[in-house]
């Protein structure tokens, strides 16, 4: 009786401490936290306690998402997300809740852009390669009766492409804010 009193007692005195890192990072949540949690301890908090926003830590988060896997689930975000509040210091506890959100916010900016880069990248290959088309319907066929052939694909296929190209100029500077 003692003993099962005791087990419970040290099970609900730790229950609601951070599980240890390596073993349940790894195995349940399929991202190794002790390597990130290495590079969060090198963010600096200015001398009221709170996070040092500059470029130093704006590196230490790429450092920390390049540590992490790609496109982690939501349940996996949350978990990284407790773990990075729950490993700050108790007299930095804002700064910890602080820098687990900016993780976070950073980690979708990073994935946003490598998606924006690979749109881009498809849209500048689909366009060259629509431009060689063209020059080889011109080259075997003449300008003229290639027109004839192929106008109306053509019209639609540039005005498809002047499209897409704006709506990705629009996202970048309608999704921006200025730099200061």
Known sequence: MTFAFTAVTLWSIHADLPQPVAATSVQQW????AETEQILAKVKLNSRGELLLNSGLAKILTKAIESLPANMNDKALMRLAFLVSKGAPATHTAAGTNLATLLINYYHLQN?????????????????????KVELQNHYLGKEIATQFFGKQRSTTRYLLERRAQRLN????GGSVSAQ
């Open 30 to 33: 399929h991202f190794n936290y």
């Open 112 to 132: 946003a852009e490598i998606k924006q880069l690979k749109t881009t990248d498809k849209l500048a290959t689909f366009q060259a390669r629509f431009l060689d």
């Open 170 to 173: 629009i996202n970048r500077k």
